[in-house]
């Protein structure tokens, strides 16, 4: 289900949904099982133009763009808070008013950044093409996830986009995302109450990656951030951008844990570090000299921390084929166990490969 803090661009979904779909990985029948809430914010085709024009801006007038993904997403959200977007819900109520409010979202727009161009009329008869294909997905978003939660029981999994120090309200603003991927976002995005979210699992590398720009304490540019790049094949998703590499940072997986409050860990990709001898992993900043015992809010402070790590012997073995942890080397098991104990969460379950097969569980 896409809930309603999602924000979707329908021609970005069906297309990928249609690719996904070629590949052949099962995908059949999506249609019949992709709910979308009516309350999720439609995003236009003139807001990922906007986008753009709104990075190239920022390039020109500060010098440095936020390197977003020319999504949609930014501005979408904007119109969002601004309380002049439009929902699914008024895509399927009346054409002709959503015809009407779209035009002088689109005037708006069009006034705001002069050299924007808008085919409204193309646009309008797009969306109205997608109407019919989507209407039968589109449910009331509460009402479906009250009933999921109180009819037979079933288990119910929520994911979160992005991670913790992409949230707007958490990240590492301004190079976020422009909504909530913490776990707040369970209710706010879903309408499902705080006393219904169960556990809490924090996914993580068993190394830290960032794609774009934006403060990266912990990060290698030199051979072995290279080293973690290609062998982890990190490139970003939508932008096919090469993504930063570094040693584990646990002073940020304890802030997301503050605020997520995590029930146990998800270590994926500990099969990438196999080739280091020695293996840092930091475990506190350290700004004008004196230990700080908080993640800090601001850009330029987040710039200039130092890293305080701890070494750890690697294991310079392969770890792909172990299923069960009494098979991983012991410096590998030590390195878990490490992190458990400075984030005090267990890891749950620990990834040592591409399938889902290479996935020990601890318990």
């Not at 193309?122 to 449910?139: A, D, F, H, S, W």
């Not at 190079?175 to 499902?192: A, E, R």
């Not at 997520?260 to 270590?267: C, E, H, P, T, V």
Request: proline share 4%; aromatic share 8%.
């Amino acid at each position: 289900m896409s809930g309603n803090g999602v924000v979707i661009h329908l021609p970005g979904l069906f297309e990928e949904a249609e690719k996904n779909e070629r590949k052949g990985k099962g995908l059949k029948d999506w249609e019949k099982r992709l709910v979308i809430s009516d309350r999720a914010h439609i995003v236009f085709d003139f807001h990922q133009a906007v986008d753009t024009v709104q990075e190239q801006q920022r390039q020109e007038q500060a010098g440095k763009n936020l390197g977003t993904t020319k999504k949609g997403i930014g501005p979408v959200y904007s119109a969002k808070a601004a309380r002049s977007g439009l929902r699914i819900c008024d895509l399927l109520a009346d054409f002709t008013k959503f015809s009407e409010r779209y035009k002088v979202l689109a005037q708006q727009y069009k006034a705001m950044y002069p050299t924007l161009e808008i085919d409204i009329e193309g646009e309008l008869i797009k969306l109205q093409n997608y109407v019919e294909r989507i209407k039968p997905m589109v449910r009331d978003g509460v009402h479906y996830m009250y009933e999921a939660l109180h009819g037979p029981p079933k288990t119910i999994l929520v994911e979160g986009a992005n991670a913790a120090l992409l949230d707007i309200d958490f990240g590492t603003y301004p190079f976020v995302t422009s909504s909530n991927c913490t776990v707040g976002g369970v209710c706010t995005g879903l309408g499902m109450p705080p006393q219904n979210v169960g556990e809490v699992y924090g996914v993580v590398k068993a190394y830290t990656t960032r794609v774009g720009i934006g403060a990266f304490p912990s990060e290698q540019t030199n051979e072995i951030g290279e080293r973690l790049q290609t062998r982890g094949k990190e490139v970003g998703v939508t932008t096919g951008r090469k993504r930063r590499c570094g040693w584990l940072d646990l002073v940020l997986i304890k802030y997301a844990h503050m605020i997520n409050g995590f029930s146990a860990l998800a270590l994926t990709k500990l099969d990438i570090l196999d080739v280091f001898a020695e293996i840092k992993v930091g475990v506190a900043y350290k700004v004008n000299n004196q230990t700080i015992p908080h993640f800090p809010a601001n850009q330029e402070v987040l710039q200039h921390v130092e890293v305080q790590y701890e070494t750890l012997p690697g294991w310079n073995s392969d770890t792909s084929a172990a299923r069960h942890f009494d098979e991983l080397p012991e410096n590998a098991q030590k390195y878990v166990h490490f992190i458990e104990e400075h984030v005090a969460v267990p890891v749950k379950w620990i990834g040592v490969g591409k399938s889902r097969e290479s996935m020990i569980q601890l318990f």
